[in-house]
């Protein structure tokens, strides 16, 4: 019987272990080392900061070069530039500064401009008969509705309103059906743009521990998918603001690559990062400071967090301008192929 109760102690402890992470830590510290930090010129010292800081200004700036070129060579060819649609409801202050850059950014790469603006009293009818004539305006290639909506306005059946080739927010049900069946057409552009910076950064996250803090339809799903499959081939684990924080913590410290996209301030902090690390933060959250003004923060405590990283991206600066870049590469696809210039599949 003292045998048999020593081998159910045993046991017990063994799963416990497990419960605690403490196996699950073993296993990723043998088999798992940080990722490599690349020699890039998009990562930067910055004073007091042991981690390089992703400079996603410049990664923008190169994306944002590289379309130039492509617009270009779209109108030698066919005789005209892409154009996208920005369709925005209501005056929302927020909302009307994303619209006035992305149609600014739109500009400075050739890409045509065609912004309407509605007072937050148009009704959905109005809306989706806008969003119908623009669907078959020949001179759009891309097409948003910037959320969010009066709430008068179902965001979804707005969003789904949108032809698919010219939903270059990627927010449709096809378009997001299309991305997990593997035959995506439009990213939504944050995960187009941390995917791009991922790429031009030079990372290498194959077989690496990859941790996505968020799992929203439209950033923190779609990132753990895209991360998880061909051309990354990361092994993804997705955590969100209602994971006990010991899991949180534990998924978060072990990742070679972490990204953190749940809104909410300082929700990763300095020993939740693993030594290292590369850690992007998507989060944006304004804040009031002690003398009264306010500044735009992460998800991620930077000034602790970069200090045990091995890249880190900043708050503002960061993964923000990236944001815009892929909605401007989808856009300039979405004209390829409506010119005949690319082909995709359709079904």
Known sequence: FREL??????????FEKIYHGSFRQLVARSCSTAAVIPNSPFLVTRDGCSARVINGNAVAKHI???LTKDIEMMKTKCGRAPGIAVVLVGDNP?????VSGKAKAAREVGIKDFTHRLPASTSQAEVLKLVDELNANSE???LLVQLPLPEHISPQLVCDSVTPVKDVDGFSVTNLGRLYAGTALHV???AKGIEEMIKVCGFDIKGKQVCVVGASRHVGGPISKIFSEGGFNGTVTTCHVYTPPEVLASCAKQADVLIVCAGKQGLVTEDMVKSGAVVIDVGINRITT???KTKLVGDVDFATAAN???AITPVPGGVGPLTVAGLLMNTVRSAKIQLGLEKYETS
Do not use: F, L
């Open 140 to 142: 759009v290639d891309g």
């Open 5 to 14: 109760r020593k081998k159910m102690a045993t046991i017990r402890s063994i």
């Open 290 to 292: 002690d003398n009264g």
């Open 308 to 310: 045990v990283a091995g």
């Open 188 to 190: 939504p552009a944050t």
């Open 94 to 98: 927020a909302s009307q500064a994303y």
């Open 64 to 66: 944002r070069d590289t």
